[in-house]
Nanobody
Framework: QVQLVESGGGSVQAGGSLRLSCQFS????????MAWFRQGLGKEREGVAA????????WYDNSVKGRFSISQDVAKKTVYLQMNGLKPEDSAMYYC???????????????????WGQGTQVTVSS
């Protein structure tokens, strides 16, 4: 079955940048939705960004639009989240997720994801 392994989290100052990586293995990578979620302390999990692996189309939550960008390396089966202009409210555990979707599916529908990584911590200080 699918395995997702996140990396790249850490502690940065406000205004700084981080790049998270999610390495996919164990199943077919093509024709999937891949997404990044986050969950702050005492908060519910929320969708951040998503990408369709076969078309490269992407989606973003309004809270990160213009600051974060999602991308992929198809050969490496790896999805990235470049986070710029980080704010303290971005502090959270960040999770990679995937769901098998073909065609022109909407990957920005956050409730559909059913496979998850273990998460990587991002802490932004003021």
């Amino acid at each position: 079955q699918v395995q997702l392994v996140e990396s790249g989290g850490g502690s940065v100052q406000a205004g700084g940048s981080l790049r998270l990586s999610c390495q996919f293995s164990g199943d077919t990578y093509s024709r999937n939705c891949m997404a990044w979620f986050r969950q702050g302390l005492g908060k519910e999990r929320e969708g951040v960004a998503a990408i369709k692996t076969d078309t490269n189309y992407d989606w973003y939550d309004n809270s990160v639009k213009g600051r974060f960008s999602i991308s992929q390396d198809v050969a490496k089966k790896t999805v990235y989240l470049q986070m710029n202009g980080l704010k303290p409210e971005d502090s959270a555990m960040y999770y990679c997720a995937t769901v098998a979707r073909g065609g022109g599916w909407n990957c920005g529908f956050w409730r559909q994801y059913d496979k998850w990584g273990q998460g990587t911590q991002v802490t932004v200080s003021s």
